[in-house]
């Protein structure tokens, strides 16, 4: 186990001491939301305050400087916000860039928009001073330095190719510890690895089959296991969950391989605030399914059914996010222009709450507070 890793795992656990101590004020409170509407005539974030007894207010919109494509991305991660709150991300699919917000008492403010160094960027990771981009329309990864005031500099040598072309790549997320890249290609059935050196440039692509057809969106679990969803082409009732072991080479070791979900299409996965538990939104379905995440990498459906929630009739959800205090996830739905939300109960149950609707059927990623 790398040092890295040891210092990761230690932070892990005194992060847990710190959730078993009473909770904070604004934990349980008010909190934010966020979405993009993805216009192809000029790309705007909707802004929503969660009040618990409420539910979801409008508290907003600004324009990014850029344009949607006013189309699905298939994508998770093109909303995301940096880890203390300060920096909102987007991305501006068509029209190859990246925004930049900075997060005030006040609201949003766009603070730059930077060129994404491929075509239709999709997915943002960030660790660090470190951000990363998956260019879609470009089968490509590039990166960038954050700087003070939040603008963000092309890092030179930083651009990578995928597994190959039309790769119909979904998702780039840092691992945990932030020494590698991790990626998902929907068309290959491939989990594209790259590992990050003490420069913050990737490696050459490791390549990796996926354990279960269309691997999609993915999250890291509390031991560090990746956790990644299979959409399984969408066929009825066949997608599933795996979750691996990265090796220090980039490598990855399957530990549950495609365990169902009895559900059709997951694609979105989010892990509880404690990592044990993984949700999965099944766009074929309306519903969201939840597994158990064990030490060893097992996976254990919550419900039988494999349905812990239901979005609606139609729904069809797509992206997810976790308030920051843990207690309410947030789900996405294009297709009927809503956000559900839940209250999280021990973690693992999800109770309805009330959401919203009337949001544009363009709307794509979803990132909360």
Known sequence: MTQLRKLYYLSLILSMCILAAPAVAGNDGTGQVFTMTNSASGNEVLIFTHHPQQGLVGAGRVASGGNGTSAGLGNQGGVILSEHHRWL???????????????????????????????QPVSLTR?????????????????????????????????RSLSGTGTAPAQISFTPWGDALVLTEKATNIITTFL????????????????????FGFDFDRYGHLLVSEAAGGAQD????????????GTLVPLASAVPTTETAACWVEMSRNGRYAFTTNAGSSSISAFRSGRNGSLTLTTEDGVAASTGPG???IDLALS????????????????AAFRLVGNRELVPAPGLTGLPGTVNGLAAY
């Open 324 to 339: 920051s205090g843990g207690n309410y996830l947030f789900s996405l739905s294009a297709a009927d222009g809503t956000v």
């Open 238 to 249: 066949a997608s599933s969950l795996s979750s691996y072991e990265i090796q220090q080479d």
């Open 89 to 119: 991300y987007v991305v501006n699919a068509g029209s190859n860039s990246i925004s930049v917000f900075g997060l005030r008492k006040g609201g949003l403010t766009l603070i730059d928009t930077a060129d994404s160094g491929g075509l």
């Open 127 to 159: 660790h660090k001073n470190l951000l990363y981009v998956l260019n879609a329309g470009s089968d490509s990864i590039a990166g960038f330095t954050v700087n003070d005031n939040g603008t963000l500099s092309s890092m030179a040598n930083s651009m």
């Open 315 to 317: 729904s069809a959800p």
């Open 196 to 215: 990050i050196d003490e420069d913050g440039l990737p490696g050459p692509a490791v390549v990796n089959d996926s354990a279960g057809p269309t691997p």
